[in-house]
């Protein structure tokens, strides 16, 4: 655990969807340096029981903590709902962030018109309730609809993004918001930005599309300021560690950050 400011930030996922959160917080505080963990292995967290998420999630912050990490980022909707006090509670005293949260406050400055909101996410998130208790906790008077998407990860895993069969899966699931006069939907899972161009031409116009990625980066900065750790010089770095498939994971990190991923290791954090 480390209280330095040159210290990295950790990240961690299921897989690439975390890597929208890298790519927020690289852009807002370039000189910071990052270790990502992406659990290719056992993707995708979705459809597994709390129990095991927990599991999963406290082993990679067991990995994080040993990298000397002075914060630790949740970029995951589905451990943030099941494991994040857990998280919390093993990486005392450096700061711990969901995406939660976050997600669910920009969502709420986005829907002052009807006070809906619109939720699509795994169904581990979908079912624990999560951004339902969140957004009424900070607004008891909004209206949360939400909607399991559970093909949503694999697709994104495989590259899938805009094919026919994306589209056609799309299409089933947001199906459901088509009557609901949503002011917003959160894409409640770090892989789904990469569906968001897609998306966007599927519902209304008038509907905001909140990708979480950037509120989590604003509050990372702001924490690590608060905190006089954040780092404002020299050159930022992000090394990636995978649980397996690096070929596919590097093929799929690259084209998404735009940029090489030079720095990826294959390794066994059970």
Same mark, same amino acid.
């Given at each position: 655990?480390? $209280?330095?400011?040159?210290a990295?930030?950790?990240?961690?996922? #299921?897989?690439?969807?975390?890597? $929208?959160?890298v790519k927020?917080i690289m852009a807002r505080?370039?000189?910071?340096?990052i270790?990502?963990?992406g659990?290719t292995?056992?993707?995708?967290?979705?459809?597994? #029981?709390p129990?095991?998420?927990?599991?999963?999630?406290?082993?990679?912050t067991?990995?994080?903590?040993?990298?000397?990490?002075?914060m630790?980022?949740?970029?995951?909707n589905t451990?943030?709902?099941a494991?994040?006090?857990?998280?919390?509670?093993?990486?005392?005293?450096?700061?711990?962030?969901?995406v939660?949260?976050?997600g669910?406050?920009?969502?709420?400055?986005?829907?002052?018109r009807?006070?809906?909101?619109?939720v699509?996410?795994?169904?581990?998130?979908?079912?624990?309730? $999560?951004?339902?208790?969140?957004i009424?906790?900070i607004d008891?008077g909004?209206?949360?609809f939400?909607k399991?998407?559970?093909?949503?990860?694999?697709?994104?895993e495989?590259?899938?993004?805009?094919n026919?069969v994306?589209m %056609?899966?799309?299409k089933?699931?947001?199906?459901?918001f088509?009557?609901k006069?949503?002011?917003?939907?959160?894409?409640g899972?770090t892989h789904?930005?990469?569906f968001?161009?897609?998306?966007?031409t599927?519902?209304?116009?008038?509907?905001?599309?909140?990708?979480?990625a950037?509120?989590?980066?604003k509050?990372?900065?702001? $924490?690590?300021?608060?905190q006089n750790?954040?780092?404002?010089?020299?050159?930022g770095?992000?090394?990636?560690?995978?649980?397996?498939k690096?070929?596919?994971f590097q %093929?799929?990190a690259e084209?998404?950050?735009?940029r090489n991923?030079?720095?990826l290791?294959?390794?066994?954090v059970?």
């Amino acid at each position: 655990m480390s $209280t330095s400011e040159k210290a990295p930030i950790g990240v961690f996922d #299921s897989g690439i969807g975390g890597l $929208t959160v890298v790519k927020s917080i690289m852009a807002r505080m370039p000189e910071e340096r990052i270790v990502y963990f992406g659990d290719t292995a056992r993707v995708p967290y979705g459809i597994k #029981s709390p129990e095991t998420v927990k599991e999963y999630a406290l082993q990679i912050t067991d990995f994080l903590l040993k990298r000397d990490v002075k914060m630790i980022v949740i970029a995951c909707n589905t451990v943030s709902a099941a494991a994040e006090n857990d998280v919390r509670a093993k990486a005392s005293p450096i700061p711990v962030i969901g995406v939660v949260e976050a997600g669910a406050r920009v969502a709420i400055d986005h829907s002052t018109r009807n006070r809906l909101v619109g939720v699509i996410g795994t169904l581990a998130t979908v079912n624990s309730g $999560t951004y339902e208790s969140s957004i009424k906790a900070i607004d008891p008077g909004m209206r949360v609809f939400s909607k399991s998407c559970p093909m949503l990860v694999p697709l994104a895993e495989e590259g899938w993004i805009d094919n026919d069969v994306a589209m %056609l899966t799309l299409k089933h699931y947001l199906n459901d918001f088509q009557d609901k006069n949503l002011d917003s939907l959160i894409l409640g899972c770090t892989h789904y930005p990469l569906f968001k161009d897609s998306i966007r031409t599927l519902l209304p116009a008038s509907v905001d599309i909140i990708d979480s990625a950037d509120a989590v980066a604003k509050l990372v900065d702001d $924490t690590l300021r608060s905190q006089n750790l954040r780092n404002t010089a020299g050159k930022g770095s992000l090394d990636c560690f995978v649980s397996d498939k690096p070929q596919r994971f590097q %093929l799929l990190a690259e084209r998404f950050l735009g940029r090489n991923v030079n720095q990826l290791e294959v390794v066994n954090v059970a």
